[in-house]
């Protein structure tokens, strides 16, 4: 039976992760509202505008939901304002602080070849778009990646956060580590 993955749909470009979930053989869902958390082996929480996503996820009461998946052990990708959206300033689910647009608005956006820690196969390309980066990390954060000595791919127990937008590059290998982490394996 595939894995289920929930992509948080409640704004940005949910519809490419789960086209590259598809792809590796798992079952992607939407989640909009608490119950569509219900039997994940794993969660995305896309790039996006973390204001919107913010109140989105207000509105629907899923804060609490999402903190409870992240206990329980399932693992998390977040990507770009998802990163943001795991911080201590939102959810509260990382031990990180994130600055937002932190280098440079929509025509600052970027393209980087990045060298990842735990992630095989050479330099990851990268697409920045209003990119956040980690402005402060607790001990228990590892940082996988760096752009100009700032950390931009970090991971805590089962959650991994990327300051880039994996998704529009076809590279596959951040979304085959979230499901291994689940104990998928490669596809």
Known sequence: MPKLVGVLALQGDFEAHAKMIRALGAQPREVRVPA????????????????????????EGLAEPLRALVQS??????????????????????????????????????EADIDLDGVDGGPMHAVFIRAPWVAEHGPGV???????????????GTVLAVSFHPELTGDPRLHQLLLQMNGAGES
């Open 142 to 156: 590892e940082v996988l990646g760096r752009v100009e000595d700032h950390p931009v791919a970090i991971r805590q």
């Open 36 to 59: 569509d958390l219900d039997g994940l082996d794993a969660l995305i929480i896309p790039g996006g505008e973390s204001t919107v996503m913010t109140l989105g996820i207000e509105r």
């Open 73 to 110: 052990g399932t693992p998390v990708l977040g990507t770009c304002a998802g990163m943001i959206m795991l911080d201590r300033d939102h959810l509260g689910i990382l031990d990180i602080t994130t600055r937002r647009n932190a280098f440079g608005r929509q025509v600052r956006s970027f």
